[in-house]
């Protein structure tokens, strides 16, 4: 048994991470297991068949990203054939938001293919046994959290009414929506959930559940082909390394762009004095936002090669260019370390949700092709089989002794929170739940009009900027988890109060 550390979107969620490590599980055990509840526990927020990316960093090694992110679907499909399938649809929910959703908007999923690949590399304990916990969940039945009630209000009837089976879940008998707290029950997932645990992912890719979702998605012009999910691969890439007062931080490499632009935001701040918030760092941390953003918007999101941008921006950042010019919607996180000094973060998202789910599966697929705000290229994305662009960034840093396991859901807001609560506990030295809990600002560039969204509490600076200030803290500005094992102090975690969360220590 292994002594552990967890954070994560729900205490269901930690409760099942505590079971792995009680069974014997590693932090990689852990947060796998607590992942995978989280994906099937948190309707409208996350689902299984969408995207995931996992860094693992273990004592005397080298940091690695798991990329599950959802591809580019239509393996031979013509070109006739591609671009069809998607309903616009739009929903007031965080200031309005526009998607598309339906069958055309689902991508090539990732997630259970990343799972499975983390598990062959670093895993001990069994396949069966890091779905238990999740399994039992959905046949049990689990609590609607507050933030799943909350995203439904505005969803639950433009996307999450697509499927009966879907419907009957999330909606009483007079066809009202179910309140916070009521116990969920998804018919089928279950059992679909078992037979990936007995089966592997082979299942899910290669096998009769594969073929069921792919053919749901082609019945309804929709691009998924059985020959996207049988050729889709995880790919172990090597974790972006950022250095930042004298912690290493490995986090989500090219040809995502959330960890890129994490490690550009903080390279940009290495230097930020003195050790508070006061309106001179404020300031700082405003123009850094504000230029890494606007680079993404300007060289990553169209890129050809997002790799090369990606490295352009970070060296910018390093040598200081980058400030120069301003001198003058959802995803689940979980963080687990344990005292072998093991660190594994992992973030997934299904976008919006497509509201698709094929029949007698209980599985939710993603609308990841129709997040406009995210994948600007639209539903003919590029080459099939190529990864979608995406902010999420699991994060894990090593410092003198230490190991610090980190991520934080909350679409283009990820990098921004994470960005804050790093230089809070690294750099500013705050204890670890002050660091997540301090206020937040963010450089909003959504709409036509750039805006500096805060929280109150902070001594905001003049600024150029039209100011939305919100009067107590709020879900918009992220949901960061951290969990710490110090050789000195030992094992803590921490979960943000902006959103519902769950955290465990495990000491046999």
Known sequence: MTDVAVATTSQLAADAA??????GGNAVDCALAAALLTMNTEPGVCALAGSSFITVWQAGGDPVTI???VAVPGAGLAAAERGLGAVNVSINYGGGIETLVGPGSVSVPGSLAAI???????????WEAIFAPAIRATRDGFPLSAACRYYLGYSGHC???????????????????????????????GDTLEAISREGARLFYEGEL??????????????????DLSSYRAIERQSLVADIGGWSIATNPAPAVGGSILAAMLLSCAEVQPHNWNSETLS??????????????????????????????????RSGRLLNRWMSASTVHTSVVDITGTGCAITASSGYGSGEMPTGT???????????????????????GSRLPSNMAPSVARGDGAVLAVGSPGADRITTALQQFLINYLLFEMPLEEAIAHPRIHIDTSGEDVRLMAEAGLELPDIDLPVNEFPKPSMYFGGVGAAVYDSATGLASAADPRREGGTCIYEH
């Open 18 to 23: 505590r079971e792995l490590a009680a069974a």
């Open 67 to 69: 990329d599950g992110n």
């Open 116 to 126: 499975e690949c983390a598990w062959k590399k670093f895993g001990a304990a069994s």
């Open 159 to 189: 996307i999450f009414d697509r499927s009966d089976d879907g419907h009957n879940a999330l909606h009483q008998a007079d066809g009202s929506l179910r309140d916070a707290g009521s116990t969920i029950v998804i018919p089928h997932l």
């Open 210 to 227: 594969g073929a069921t979702i792919s053919d749901h998605c082609r019945n309804g012009d929709g691009m998924l082909t059985r020959e």
């Open 284 to 317: 700082q941390l405003i123009q850094t936002q504000r230029a890494c953003l606007d680079f993404r918007m300007r060289n990553l999101d169209l890129a050809e090669d997002i790799g090369a941008e990606a490295a352009r921006l970070i060296e910018s950042a």
């Open 362 to 384: 209980g599985l939710w697929l993603n609308n990841c092709l129709g997040e406009i705000e995210l994948n600007r290229r639209g539903l003919d994305a590029g080459p099939v």
